[in-house]
């Protein structure tokens, strides 16, 4: 475990997992990446947790995936690229089976992969006005290894408005797409959490997690063909040039120059 992530459990078993990375928003690089999954793994495990929420430090849940770590990948070989793809579907995975209910505490911008966290939250509240967006097309990329859970939240007809359009949204937006159950204000917002908390800690832990499993099934079973779809999407985009204008303008604080096929990778 590195320095990415923070985990306090408090005496009645609520555990808050918080992204700690303030200085870039809580991108996701690699070391991130892993101590998700493994903090996923070993909450889930253990008796002593009954609830997990799950917060970003600073002005931003969470920015997405660390582009600098993406960057890397568009040079490393192709076995890493499909492997470092992998590890975030895995993180996702891991977050989506925990078998603890898992509560969003959204205090600022989300964007690309930290609309993803959201979506494997049980439910996730957020601060009214905050900013989000699946804005993944901008930087030539596309919400690919978080497709599933986003798509499985909002429905086809929505992804298709927000996943092609790569448009900021607001929070109350976001309620009514089915990412938050509800906004507040920030000063309420713990106060949300913590009424959100209370009917957890009084149900049978076993009834929980089979519930959550069950719930998992029966909405949007996801299946390795489809994990490996979206992974594979993703690694394409790392290996096309759009990405790489795209990634290289978000780096050089610039606005992306697009080929004008309209067809380019
Ligand atoms: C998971 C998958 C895909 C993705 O998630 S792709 C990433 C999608 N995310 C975004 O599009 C957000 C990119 N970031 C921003 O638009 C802005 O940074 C911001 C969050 C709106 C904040 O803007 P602000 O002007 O307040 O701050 P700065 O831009 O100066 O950022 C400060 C600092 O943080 C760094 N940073 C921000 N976001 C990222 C990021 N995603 N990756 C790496 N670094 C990031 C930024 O570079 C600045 O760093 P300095 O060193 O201080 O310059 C794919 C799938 O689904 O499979």
């Given amino acids: 475990m590195t320095e990415t992530i923070r985990i306090e459990v408090d005496a009645r078993g609520v555990a808050t997992l918080t992204l700690a990375r303030p200085d870039k928003h809580n991108a996701m690089n690699a070391a991130m990446i892993a101590d998700l999954t493994e903090a996923a793994v070993r909450l889930g495990r253990d008796p002593a947790v009954r609830v997990v929420v799950l917060t970003g430090e600073g002005r931003s849940f969470c920015a997405g995936g ?9 040079q490393a070989d192709a076995e890493t690229r499909a492997r470092e793809a992998r590890s975030l579907a895995e993180m ?29 939250c049980d439910v996730a509240i957020g601060v009214a006005g905050a900013k989000m967006g699946l804005t993944e097309v901008r930087l030539g990329l596309i919400p690919a290894t978080i497709g599933p859970y986003v798509v499985a939240r909002m429905g086809a007809a929505n992804a298709r408005r927000v996943f092609f359009s790569g448009r900021v949204f607001a ?33 049978a832990p076993g009834a929980v997690a089979a519930g959550k499993a069950l719930v998992a099934d029966l909405a949007a ?35 992306a120059r697009w080929a004008e096929s309209g067809a380019g990778g």
């Fill in 66 to 74: 660390d582009l600098g770590w993406m960057k890397d990948q568009m």
């Fill in 92 to 120: 996702l995975g891991a977050l989506d089976r925990m078998p603890k209910p898992l509560i969003g505490r959204v205090q600022g911008q989300s964007f690309g992969g930290g609309v993803g966290l959201m979506s494997v």
């Fill in 171 to 203: 929070a109350e937006e976001a309620v009514a797409l089915g990412l938050l159950a509800h906004t507040v204000s920030a000063d309420d917002l713990d106060a949300a959490i913590e009424a959100e908390i209370a009917p957890y800690l009084s149900a």
């Fill in 221 to 255: 079973p996801l299946d390795e063909a489809q994990v490996s779809l979206s992974i594979d999407a993703l690694v394409a985009r790392w290996e096309g040039d759009e990405a790489a204008e795209g990634i290289g303008a978000f780096f050089d604080k610039r606005k």
